[in-house]
């Protein structure tokens, strides 16, 4: 299947709170309270807070489209301070990559995830990193595919229940 992908700015924010929501409620609603979920979702997805994080000139959405036009994933990258973990000068973070259900195992989440790699590549950055849930073997799977080691851990905090995340990097 065939992808593009499209820088999203503040004149898209309305189309990536609504990815944005769909697919971290596809993602994770099954295995968290419905409090918790409404809570991050009205939380980390307002347009405010979106406006905010796209706003950050050390940070960069993009979404892939597929051949209607729809937009089907998006990925959040961040540099330097917009980083949650490490702010090195050296590194970027994919803090977020996600893709509708409907459409996962169309390689559109590859896609994302080069394209991330290409980023990283030409802002000469020593590596890329991420944090995925310990829980989500499916995305581990899928790093460690695109040799992505662990490195650490951190504790996302998800409304009232703590988390744990695993760290880990692609080095370039």
């Known amino acids: 299947m065939n992808f593009t992908l499209v820088h999203l700015d503040i004149s898209t924010i309305s189309d990536l709170q609504k990815l944005a929501q769909k697919t971290f409620f596809e993602t994770y609603a099954a295995y968290n309270s419905a409090e918790n979920m409404q809570y991050y979702l009205d939380t980390n997805f307002s347009i ?5 994080e796209i706003s950050n000139p050390d940070s960069i959405f993009f979404t892939a489209l597929n051949t209607e036009n729809k937009h089907i994933g998006y990925i959040k990258v961040n ?8 702010k090195d000068q050296n ?43 310990e829980k989500n073997n499916k995305a581990i799977a899928f790093y460690k595919r695109n040799q992505f080691t662990d ?14 995340d ?3 990097k692609f080095d370039l």
Do not use: C, P
């Open 48 to 52: 405010k807070k979106l406006q905010e």
């Open 79 to 86: 540099f330097r301070s917009a980083q949650t973990d490490l």
């Open 91 to 133: 590194t970027m973070e994919v803090e977020r990559i996600y893709v509708l259900q409907e459409f996962q195992g169309q390689k559109a989440g590859q896609f994302l995830l080069n394209n991330a790699i290409e980023i990283a590549r030409k802002n000469h950055v020593d590596n890329l990193w991420l944090g995925v849930w």
């Open 151 to 164: 490195f650490d851990t951190h504790i996302f905090k998800f409304g009232d229940d703590e988390q744990l």
């Open 166 to 168: 695993i760290l880990m």
